[in-house]
């Protein structure tokens, strides 16, 4: 949730907003008049030296893209990203699609059912927000651009750099927001970058196909080339598990598993690390079995434990130990499994400890969350909603969650962008480095992908629940955009000052289900990126859990914060008061509320003179007089409240 309310606030003059929103329309008026119209030739020689000179540009100007809108805030410039009409990722197998050539493109058009293999022709080009470059197709007599955006790299390297040849499903054919053609990527599982030829291996050559891979993959694993690696050991693997290989030699796919584990773990793709320690197995007796089950099994724990699946990794911890009676990384890693299922049972936290481990260097903390507290359920008029299972006292923590996702503001996936978007032709800041972050991590842990895409989201997809074909998982962008931008928090100032380009946010997967609430029972504080919420009034056993999205004590600025960003106006008990109020008392409450903020920055409470005290007593009694006495029986008069505190501070010492 991403509002900003600091002193960063980017403003867009109308003109800005104007300028913005003719181009995207323009561009989309020409996408429409173009659409299923055939493809305009390009000339090679000239494609290719104008993608040369903009790479060179790029290298020379750091990664900012000449061609996006920018915009300046009082916080600094910041790009600005069209989101587009969703439309669905791939979810059909390579081998399902009809292959198609450059000349048989159409314009404005999703080849659905179709694929298409092209070759790099020219050098990248390396923008902020996204990459592009010329391909040919196989019979080389044609060229077209190609453009990744925003998703560009996987595996750590920017994805058009990492191969030079790729096969792209479902091309989509439309035109840049500058108005070029191009074949447009936004989902990344959408674009195969092919590394090895693929194995034909015919049964007799299989072994030596596996075994010439695996020396590949080796090699690269030593030059630190991972990406590739992985491709190597992946082609190797499936030579190996053909089933004449797999019957004459069942240990060669085991050992390709060992070594793909390890690159699996250097480039985060956790799921597969597991995956690949756990069919690596032997379960042979004799010695040199037994060391190598064991560290499978140490690598399948370690991969259990970054999942959060503690007790997935105590088993294979234990099993471990049965084959090496007294090791001494796998005793350790139990006793740290110990403390988690405390965590996550009772909720108990070495808060201290954590604190201590936590630094700009590693601003993550190492701990289970603890939500058994509370349950999903039904919130009329609001969707789903948290529900607390017991009673709780004020102060008490209802819940802790790690988060699942967290950029935060000195690294380097922290960037914000406007959002121009066409749906609602509404501008959004919005953290687009975490969607990226969020992306990125599902493709690499699909295990993952449920819960974040059951979360609340504007766009629901195509209701296709494809998340995985042979290629790899598929991961909807748009649906993980929308999803961030309604479930999104920021992570709190925690180890150094922010800007309006580069806030902390985060996911928090179960928090997410908290609804909003101008009076809320909930408040959340941090501790890295673990999530304390905690009841700021008695909250009863079955009662739903509110937090307040915006803290804005202005009715006005809260409301267009609350549609602008989550969508929604609030009907609680505070808004509903607050709509009945003379609208020129609350002109007034609000023209008060911004004077006594002036004076709380002036004075501070603990010098304070009788005569500013009486000052500061008469400006809450004036804006306390804004509020209807009967209307506002029982609710929080959130205007005066900063200044109250102030007072409740001051007045004892005279
Ligand atoms: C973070 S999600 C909260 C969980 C969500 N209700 C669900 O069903 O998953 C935020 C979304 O919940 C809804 N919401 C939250 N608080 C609300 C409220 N007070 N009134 C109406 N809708 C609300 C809005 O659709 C908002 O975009």
């Known amino acids: 949730m991403t509002s900003q309310n600091d002193g960063n606030?980017?403003?867009l003059t109308e003109q800005e907003v104007e300028r913005i929103q003719i181009t995207v329309k323009d561009k989309l008026k020409k996408c429409s008049e173009l659409r299923g119209h055939a493809r305009e030739r390009r000339d090679a020689k000239t494609a290719i030296s104008q993608a040369t000179a903009a790479s060179l540009m790029a290298d020379m100007a750091g990664t900012s893209d000449p061609n996006i809108a920018q915009t300046k805030g009082r916080g600094g410039t910041l790009p600005v990203l069209v989101v587009g009409q969703p439309y669905p990722p791939c979810v059909v197998s390579l081998q399902?699609?009809?292959?198609?050539?450059?000349?048989?493109?159409l314009m404005d058009t999703h080849h659905r059912g179709r694929q298409l293999t092209v070759k790099r022709a020219s050098p990248v080009v390396t923008l902020a927000a996204r990459s592009w470059t010329m391909v040919q197709d196989k019979?080389?007599?044609e060229i077209e651009r190609l453009e990744v955006c925003l998703h560009t790299s996987r595996q750590g390297e920017d994805v058009l750099q990492s191969a030079s040849v790729f096969v792209i499903k479902e091309p989509y054919f439309t035109l840049t927001d500058q108005g070029e053609a191009t074949l447009r990527i936004d989902?990344?599982?959408?674009?195969?970058?092919?590394w090895n030829e693929i194995?034909?291996?015919?049964?007799?050559?299989?072994?030596?196909?596996?075994?010439?891979?695996?020396?590949?993959?080796?090699?690269?694993?030593?030059?630190?080339?991972?990406?590739?690696?992985?491709?190597?050991?992946?082609?190797?693997l499936k030579a190996a598990r053909q089933e004449i290989v797999s019957n004459a030699n069942p240990d060669l796919a085991r050992d390709i598993s060992r070594s793909r584990t390890h690159v699996n773990f250097l480039l985060d793709q956790v799921d597969e690390a597991k995956a690949d320690a756990e069919a690596s197995?032997?379960?042979?007796?004799?010695?040199?079995?037994?060391?190598?089950?064991?560290?499978?099994?140490?690598?399948?724990?370690?991969?259990?434990?970054?999942?959060?699946?503690?007790?997935?990794?105590?088993?294979?911890?234990?099993?471990?130990?049965?084959?090496?009676?007294?090791?001494?990384?796998?005793?350790?890693?139990?006793?740290?499994?110990?403390?988690?299922?405390?965590?996550?049972?009772?909720?108990?936290?070495?808060?201290?400890?954590?604190?201590?481990g936590l630094s700009r260097a590693r601003p993550r903390v190492d701990a289970a969350s603890f939500i058994k507290m509370t349950k999903l359920g039904d919130s009329p008029g609001r969707g789903r909603g948290l529900f607390?299972?017991?009673?709780?006292?004020?102060?008490?923590?209802?819940?802790?969650?790690?988060?699942?996702?967290?950029?935060?503001?000195?690294?380097?996936?922290?960037?914000?962008?406007?959002?121009?978007?066409?749906?609602?032709?509404?501008?959004?800041?919005?953290?687009?480095?975490?969607?990226?972050?969020?992306?990125?991590?599902?493709?690499?842990?699909?295990?993952?992908?449920?819960?974040?895409?059951?979360?609340?989201?504007?766009?629901?997809?195509?209701?296709?629940?494809?998340?995985?074909?042979?290629?790899?998982?598929?991961?909807?962008?748009?649906?993980?955009?929308?999803?961030?931008?309604?479930?999104?928090?920021?992570?709190?100032?925690?180890?150094?000052?922010?800007?309006?380009?580069?806030a902390s946010t985060g996911l928090w997967v179960w928090t997410s289900y908290i609804n909003h609430s101008c009076i809320p029972n909930a408040k959340r504080e941090y501790i890295g990126d673990l999530m304390l919420l905690r009841a700021t009034r008695p909250i009863l056993a079955g009662e739903e859990v509110f937090i307040t999205y915006d803290e804005s004590s202005d009715y006005d600025a809260r409301k267009t914060a609350l549609m602008n960003t989550w969508g929604f106006e609030c009907n609680c008990a505070l808004c509903t008061a607050e709509r009945s109020d003379d609208p020129a008392a609350r002109k007034k409450r609000q023209e008060l509320a911004t004077d006594a903020d002036a004076f709380l920055e002036r004075e501070h409470w603990a010098n304070a003179k009788r005569?500013?005290?009486?000052?500061?007593?008469?400006?809450?009694?004036?804006?306390?007089?804004?509020?209807?006495?009967?209307?506002?029986?029982?609710?929080?008069?959130?205007?005066?409240?900063?200044?109250?505190?102030?007072?409740a501070k001051a007045s004892p010492r005279r």
């Not at 099993?319 to 001494?328: A, F, I, R, S, T």
């Not at 500013?612 to 506002?632: F, P």
Request: net charge negative; proline share 3%.
């Open 611 to 647: 005569l500013t005290i009486v000052r500061a007593q008469r400006l809450a009694q004036a804006i306390d007089d804004t509020y209807d006495e009967e209307r506002y029986k029982g609710l929080p008069r959130v205007a005066t409240q900063r200044i109250k505190d102030w007072l």
């Open 96 to 105: 399902d699609l009809e292959p198609m050539k450059l000349a048989d493109l």
């Open 187 to 194: 989902h990344p599982s959408d674009l195969i970058a092919c």
């Open 139 to 141: 019979v080389g007599e």
């Open 9 to 11: 606030t980017v403003f």
């Open 281 to 356: 197995l032997t379960s042979r007796q004799d010695q040199r079995s037994k060391e190598l089950d064991s560290k499978a099994y140490f690598s399948a724990g370690c991969a259990a434990y970054k999942l959060g699946e503690y007790q997935d990794a105590k088993d294979s911890f234990e099993k471990q130990l049965k084959l090496v009676p007294g090791d001494k990384d796998a005793n350790t890693k139990l006793r740290k499994i110990e403390m988690r299922l405390r965590e996550q049972e009772i909720g108990t936290y070495d808060v201290t400890k954590i604190r201590a």
């Open 388 to 502: 607390a299972m017991h009673n709780v006292s004020p102060r008490d923590i209802i819940m802790c969650e790690k988060a699942f996702c967290v950029v935060w503001g000195h690294e380097r996936e922290a960037w914000t962008a406007m959002t121009y978007d066409v749906r609602d032709d509404r501008i959004r800041v919005s953290p687009v480095g975490l969607s990226k972050s969020i992306v990125h991590k599902l493709l690499n842990n699909p295990s993952q992908l449920r819960k974040v895409i059951d979360l609340y989201g504007d766009y629901q997809g195509d209701g296709e629940s494809v998340f995985m074909t042979e290629e790899g998982p598929v991961v909807d962008t748009f649906r993980i955009h929308d999803i961030m931008s309604r479930n999104a928090f920021d992570a709190g100032k925690q180890y150094e000052e922010e800007g309006s380009s580069n």
């Open 199 to 236: 194995a034909n291996s015919g049964e007799v050559a299989a072994e030596k196909v596996a075994r010439s891979f695996k020396v590949d993959g080796d090699t690269l694993l030593k030059q630190n080339d991972l990406p590739i690696a992985h491709a190597k050991y992946t082609e190797s």
